[in-house]
């Protein structure tokens, strides 16, 4: 038990600094991403709960970056770097979702409140979420009813974040949430 706690009271002795703390290590993930990586994954902290290929091709800003590569080649860049991770779905056709650890996505939110695209990317998440929760919700009658109710809940989380994020700006757009949640 002394030995365990010499080790957790020195956890830098001999390990570099980039695997002293989590920060540390997503730090130097961080630094090994280019320009176009990095404004994508910071946009990624955008999304809740996971998202679609889909979601990130419609939500993702990145025309303003030269030469940056097509969005699904990022996220697919990201996901191979394990910033990124494959979430299993309950029904084939919703996808492949993909989503990021909470302590990958704190790092990333905080990245993303410095990235002038933030707004836009804000408002494409809200733009998308809502027509696709909007669609789900009129299905849900239909022979496949119960599949578009499993998408609409897989995609809830990001529906509760758009209603988070207006609630205190735009109560009409948080209204709209509310009626699809």
Known sequence: MLLECSILSHPSQGIPARQATLRGAIDWSWDLLNEAEREAFAQCAIFRGGFTFEAAEHILQLKHIPNAPPTLDLIQALRNKSLLYPIPTEHPNQ???????????????ERFHLSEQRGDVAAMHASYYLALGEALVKGLHHADGLAKL??????????????DRYIPHDPNVAMRTLLIL
Do not use: C, P, T, V
Request: proline share 0%.
């Open 150 to 163: 499993r998408y609409l809940l897989a995609e809830s989380e990001n529906l509760q974040a758009i209603f």
């Open 95 to 109: 996808g492949l979702r993909l989503g990021m650890y909470e302590s990958i996505r704190e790092y990333a939110k």
